[in-house]
């Protein structure tokens, strides 16, 4: 089953703060968090294991809640680059390698 | 950038005929991906493979059928299309993570498909 995002889409203004939300009905063993400009092809931002946390290369972490099966991608002090289409991934522990995505949330960033 | 192709890009065609989507890698990556993109609908697993000739369903695997004979070539064959096939099609490739987890997914530039 699909894991389910939150919220679909947000605006924010440019040095603004958000989270994105994807959650599970499956025991997980992996989430990934994927982004998407228009007319392209989705980029890997970040995987996480086990109630780790993780950070990106930008001002962008995650974290994942194995108990809760529930992930949450924070964006901080965000920057016009970010705007785009994130995407969660999830691997259930009784299907190694079998990726299912999340149906997106739209992120926009304005100056 | 990781090598990854698929062929063709664009196609349009009519309702019944067959179509056969292909995705070539030079990673030697084992797990190699097919998924469709709607408005709405995010990205859906359609078929993957976990190795030459080792594949599995996904979500939406009605309708369509693979085939691996190499490494590096991934076809994706739609036996007769419908109308509601009309969607964008992306390859992916990837590894075993360190904790053998599935590894960040490289993925294709796409292959928009038009059924008439």
């Known amino acids: 089953q699909q894991p389910v995002q939150s919220p679909q889409a947000v605006i924010l203004r440019e040095g603004e703060d958000a989270v994105i939300n994807c959650s599970s009905s499956?025991?997980?063993?992996?989430v990934h968090w994927y982004r998407q400009k228009h007319g392209e092809a989705p980029v890997f931002l970040m995987i996480?294991?086990?109630?780790?946390e993780q950070k990106g290369h930008e001002k962008i972490s995650a974290s994942f809640n194995e108990k809760k099966q529930q992930s949450s991608l924070y964006l901080t002090a965000s920057q016009l680059s970010y705007s785009g289409t994130y995407f969660c991934?999830?691997?259930?522990?009784?299907?190694?390698?079998?990726?299912?995505f999340g149906s997106g949330t739209r992120l926009l960033v304005r100056p | 950038d990781a090598g990854i192709t698929q062929s063709p890009r664009h196609k349009v065609t009519e309702t019944g005929t067959p179509v056969t989507l292909r995705c070539h890698q030079t990673e030697n990556h084992r797990y190699m991906y097919w998924y469709r993109q709607d408005p709405g609908h995010g990205l859906r697993l359609i078929h993957y493979s976990y190795g030459v000739k080792d594949t599995d369903k996904g979500e939406v695997s009605d309708g369509y059928s693979v085939s691996r004979s190499k490494t590096e070539d991934f076809l994706l064959t739609l036996e007769s299309a419908t109308s509601s096939q009309t969607s964008v099609y992306f390859c992916a490739i990837s590894d075993s993570g360190l904790a053998g987890e599935t590894g960040e997914l490289f993925f294709g530039e796409g292959s928009r498909l038009t059924v008439l």
């Open positions: 996480l294991l086990k109630g780790g």
């Open positions: 991934g999830t691997e259930g522990k009784d299907s190694s390698y079998k990726l299912i």
């Open positions: 499956k025991a997980l063993y992996s």
